[in-house]
């Protein structure tokens, strides 16, 4: 069964930098469009960050020039490093393909950014 599990979340402070990782069990990874999604309090979920099989992206204007999108298809690993982080940039992290198929969402990773 293929699985997505996501990790690197935490308590950071305004300003600060967070990694996220998204491990992938699919075969064929580098074949896909995969993407990060982001969950805040109270909010749906919604798109932050997507990357192309030919690693063409495309950002969320509110993570434009601070998140950066980067996969490592020899590990079956999506990452997102997260600098210049804000208040609003809390919530639950996922990664999916896109468009996000429902059976492959994760528990996710919980970035909280507080002082």
């Known amino acids: 069964q293929f699985e997505l599990v996501e990790s690197g979340g935490g308590l950071v402070q305004p300003g600060g930098s967070l990694r996220l990782s998204c491990e992938s069990s699919l075969s064929a990874f580098s074949d896909y469009y995969v993407a990060w999604y982001r969950q805040p309090p109270g909010k749906p979920r919604a798109l932050v960050v997507g990357?192309?099989?030919?690693?063409?992206?495309t950002y969320d204007d509110s993570v434009k020039g601070r998140f950066t999108i980067s996969r490592d298809n020899a590990k079956n690993t999506v990452y997102l490093q997260m600098d210049n982080l804000r208040s609003e940039d809390t919530g639950v992290y996922y990664c999916?393909?896109?468009?996000?198929?429902?059976?492959?969402w994760g528990h996710g990773t919980q970035v909280t950014v507080s002082s």
């Open positions: 990357m192309t099989s030919g690693g063409a992206t």
């Open positions: 999916n393909l896109y468009p996000p198929h429902q059976a492959y």
